[in-house]
Nanobody, 115 residues
Framework: QVQFVESGGGLVQPGGSLRLSCAAS????????MAWYRQAPGKQRELVAL???????DYADSVKDRFTISRDNAKNTVYLQMNSLKPDDTAVYYCKGIWNGSHYWGQGTQVTVSS
């Protein structure tokens, strides 16, 4: 059974940092394109960062130069390092694994940026 589980969310002050993790229960993690999404209250879910099988990355304009997506295929884990956090970054953050046309979502982790 394919499963992705996020962790690392929490409450942080503006300007602070958090690192989210997403652990995958899959046979071969390296074949999955991995992505982080977020959904703020009353808003649509949006793509935050993407990490492809080839190792290329892409980011939403709102998080460029602040967030970094990375993966450790040996640990079946993808990370999202978030720096210089702003109140607008408050949302539930989800990871998604994509392989062979199938999309697998995690359950989400709450990130709240507030003083």
């Amino acid at each position: 059974q394919v499963q992705f589980v996020e962790s690392g969310g929490g409450l942080v002050q503006p300007g602070g940092s958090l690192r989210l993790s997403c652990a995958a229960s899959v046979r071969i993690f390296s074949i999955y394109t991995m992505a982080w999404y977020r959904q703020a209250p009353g808003k649509q879910r949006e793509l935050v960062a993407l990490n492809t099988v080839a190792g290329t990355t892409d980011y939403a304009d709102s998080v460029k130069d602040r967030f970094t997506i990375s993966r450790d295929n040996a640990k079946n884990t993808v990370y999202l390092q978030m720096n210089s956090l702003k109140p607008d970054d408050t949302a539930v953050y989800y990871c998604k694994g994509i392989w062979n046309g199938s999309h697998y979502w995690g359950q989400g982790t709450q990130v709240t940026v507030s003083s």
